[in-house]
Every structure is written in C-alpha cells, then in structure tokens.
C-alpha cells in the first residue's frame, strides 16, 4: 500500500511468482523509497524482530 501511497509520478508494478515450494511478490516502483544502509530504520527493526523470534 505504501508504494500507491507515497508514488505520485510514475508507476507501480507487481510482480508474484513461484518456484518448487517458494512463492514471491515484488513491487516495484518510482517513489521516493526507504533509507538504505546498514542503520536505516528497517534494518534495526528488522535485526530486532529477528532477535526476539531465537
């Protein structure tokens, strides 16, 4: 939803797929986009979550 929310020009896509016992979705699209790096606010969330999930 963020990626229809946040894009203002452009486009989305979406993509789903699967392979053997493995299934995707990509989105892609030409909004502004996340922080990237190693302490960007997903990463720490994310390294967090999987923390607490051992």
């Known amino acids: 939803m ?11 896509i ?7 016992e493995t299934w ?3 989105v892609k699209d ?3 986009g996340l922080l990237a790096g190693p302490d960007a ?4 969330g ?4 999987t923390a607490s999930a051992r």
């Open 46 to 49: 994310l390294k967090e979550a």
């Open 41 to 44: 606010p997903m990463v720490a």
């Open 30 to 32: 030409t909004g502004p």
């Open 2 to 12: 963020n990626a229809l929310k946040y894009t203002l020009r452009g486009g989305v």
């Open 14 to 20: 979406l993509g789903l797929g699967s392979a053997e």
């Open 24 to 26: 995707w979705l990509m």
